[in-house]
C-alpha cells in the first residue's frame, strides 16, 4: 500500500529571524510494503518535537553544526529529523513490530523512515500521555535535570535564577531547583507568563525582562544577597548581568544563547574578572551528554508527576502544517511551556 508522505522542509538557509516563506510543506507517495531484506522500520508520527537549536542547523553555517550529530545542517529541500514519539506501521527490523509505540529521531512530518542504527526505542509510556514523552520525560526534561544536577548541584537554601523561565526548560528547572529547597526567580517575556510562574508554577518570584530597563539593577532588587545557581537559556545581556550578580563559587549551566541565534555578530562579554576573583563555574552542556543518567532522570520526573510536584506545562499545535508557524513562535516568545506539534492521532 502507499501513503502520501507530507513533511516539512526549508526552502533556503535562514539565517535571521524564521518566517513562514522559509518553509514549505512538501508531499511525496510513500510505499508501505517493505523489501523483507531491507531492515527498514516505518513510523506513523504522532507528536514531534519543536526546539529553538533546529535554527541553527538551518543556518547556512553555525559552530554548533560540526560539534553533534543532533545539530548538523539541515539541507534545504529535505526532511528535518527531530525528536518524537509515533507508532511501528510496517517494519522489516526483527526489533520492531508493526503497532509499537516508539520514541526517537523521527522527522518534522507525516512519516519517518529508519533505516537499521537509526536512534528508535521502544516506548514504556507508563501510563503518561505520548506527549509527554517528547518534552518534560524527554530531552527538555533530561537537559533541566542534568544542567541544575549535575552542573549546578543546588543546596537547599541556595539562590537560582533561570531565564526563559516559562519556556520548556526553564520552567522545569524552577519546579525542581523548587523541589531542592531553593529561592528561585524567573524571568519571562509577558506579564501572563510571569503570573504563570508566580501562581502556577510556584516560583519565589519572576519579572519580565522586556520591561525592565536596567537589567543590572533588577537582579540586584531580586537577589540582594546574590545569585548562587544561574540556568542560562538566553546568553547575550542577561548572561553578563548574572556573572556580575553572582556570589563566590556560584555555578552556571549555559544551556543555550537563544538571543544570540539570531545574530551571529552578538556575543555576551561577561567580566572574567568576577568570574576569576568569585571563582564562578560556567559550564555549557548538551543533554545527550547524560543519557548515562537518563534512567535516574525518568524515575525521579515520573515519581513527581505522580505525586503531584510537579507540574507539567505543554504548548501542542495540530497538524503537520502548523510545524513553521509552531517553531517561529519560539523566537516570538509566545509559546508556554513545551511546543509540540500533534502530527496524528494514534
Ligand atoms: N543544551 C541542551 O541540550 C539544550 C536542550 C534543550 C534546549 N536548549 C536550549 O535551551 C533554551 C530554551 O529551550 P526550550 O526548548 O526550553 O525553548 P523555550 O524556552 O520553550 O522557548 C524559547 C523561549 O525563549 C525565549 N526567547 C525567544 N527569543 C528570545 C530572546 N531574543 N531573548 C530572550 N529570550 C528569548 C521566549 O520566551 P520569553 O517570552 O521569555 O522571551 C521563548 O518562549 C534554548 O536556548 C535552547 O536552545 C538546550
Known sequence: MDVVNRYITINNHVNGAP??????????????????????????????????????????????????????????????????????????????????????????????????????NKLNTMGFPLSYHVGILGFSGLAAYAGLFEICKPKKGEKVFVSAALGSVGNLVGQFAKLSGCYVVGCAGSKEKVALLKEKLGFDDAFNYREETDLNSTLKSYFPNGIDIYFDNVGGEMQEVAVSNMNINGRIAVCGVISEYLDSEKRAAPSMIEVIYKRIKIQGFLAGDYLNIFGDFLSTTCDHLRTGKIQPLEDISDGVESIPSAFISLYRGQNIGKKIVKIAEE
Open 19 to 120: 518566517q513562514d516563506s522559509d518553509f514549505e510543506l512538501k508531499a511525496s507517495p510513500l510505499a508501505l510494503s517493505l523489501d523483507p531484506a531491507s531492515n527498514v522500520v516505518i513510523v506513523k508520527n504522532l507528536y514531534v518535537s519543536i526546539d529553538p537549536y533546529q535554527l541553527n542547523r538551518m543556518k547556512s553555517f553555525s559552530a554548533s553544526q560540526k560539534t553533534s550529530d543532533f545539530a548538523v545542517a539541515i539541507v534545504p529541500g529535505q526532511a528535518i529529523d527531530t525528536y518524537g514519539v509515533g507508532k511501528v506501521v510496517a517494519s522489516t527490523n526483527p526489533e520492531f513490530d508493526k503497532g509499537d509505540i516508539v520514541v526517537g529521531l523521527l522527522n518534522w512530518g507525516e512519516f519517518t523512515v529508519i533505516k537499521a542504527g537509526g536512534m528508535l
